[in-house]
T-cell receptor, first 115, second 110 residues
Framework: DGGITQSPKYLFRKEGQNVTLSCEQNLNHDAMYWYRQDPGQGLRLIYYSQIVNDFQKGDIAEGYSVSREKKESFPLTVTSAQKNPTAFYLC??????????????FGSGTQLSVL | DAKTTQPTSMDCAEGRAANLPCNHSTISGNEYVYWYRQIHSQGPQYIIHGLKNNETNEMASLIITEDRKSSTLILPHATLRDTAVYYCIVKNSGNTPLVFGKGTRLSVIA
């Protein structure tokens, strides 16, 4: 089945620890995105990438880092500099070639909590 | 991208049509109207989009006013599984990412 997979579903972080959230897609999509969602709020953009080895900061990139070494993978690292990391993290992907409209495919999310 | 305004919440009886409004009075001529929904603890799901004409697919219908300043998403026969947050987004076809607001929380009641 084609799709976008996030892991783990639940993650706990200790103070001062970096953690990495995984996002993999087998849709052959060019663009990938990371959003953060706090309870009762909309989604806020952390980082996005439209091509391998290139990515751009979103609205709330501070305290986060990403890499895009492969087309199908876009891991997000929540660093110790992110002082309030507890949130629901969503990864998404989108085809750029052959389409002019914004149909994003989302993973099922990772809930990150601080111990 | 133009901003949108949606009601915070709505209720709908099961089996009835759910009509979700969205105002986008500053929409530009090249901006599309997109609708996504998010069921609790899941990622958002694309529903439908349109530019000028009304659109229909297997999930919903999208009615856009002639002046394009507002639109309505219609779920013709709402079921309990349609309970979700519905996001109305306006965006052009450029490569900037989608911006999700707080959406409308639709509760379908048995």
């Amino acid at each position: 089945d084609g799709g976008i997979t996030q892991s783990p579903k639940y993650l706990f972080r200790k103070e001062g620890q970096n953690v990495t959230l995984s996002c993999e897609q087998n849709l052959n999509h060019d663009a990938m995105y990371w959003y953060r969602q706090d309870p009762g709020q909309g989604l806020r953009l952390i980082y996005y990438s439209q091509i391998v080895n290139d990515f751009q900061k979103g609205d709330i990139a501070e305290g986060y880092s990403v890499s895009r070494e492969k087309k199908e993978s876009f891991p997000l690292t929540v660093t110790s500099a992110q002082k309030n990391p507890t949130a629901f993290y969503l990864c998404a992907s989108k085809a750029i070639q052959g389409t002019t409209y914004e149909k994003l495919f989302f993973g099922s999310g990772t809930q990150l909590s601080v111990l | 991208d133009a901003k949108t305004t949606q009601p915070t919440s709505m209720d709908c009886a099961e089996g009835r049509a759910a009509n979700l409004p969205c105002n986008h009075s500053t929409i530009s001529g090249n901006e599309y109207v997109y609708w996504y929904r998010q069921i609790h603890s899941q990622g958002p799901q694309y529903i439908i989009h349109g530019l000028k004409n009304n659109e229909t697919n297997e999930m919903a219908s999208l009615i856009i006013t002639e002046d394009r300043k507002s639109s309505t998403l219609i779920l013709p026969h709402a079921t309990l599984r349609d309970t979700a947050v519905y996001y109305c987004i306006v965006k052009n076809s450029g490569n900037t990412p989608l911006v999700f607001g707080k959406g409308t929380r639709l509760s379908v009641i048995a």
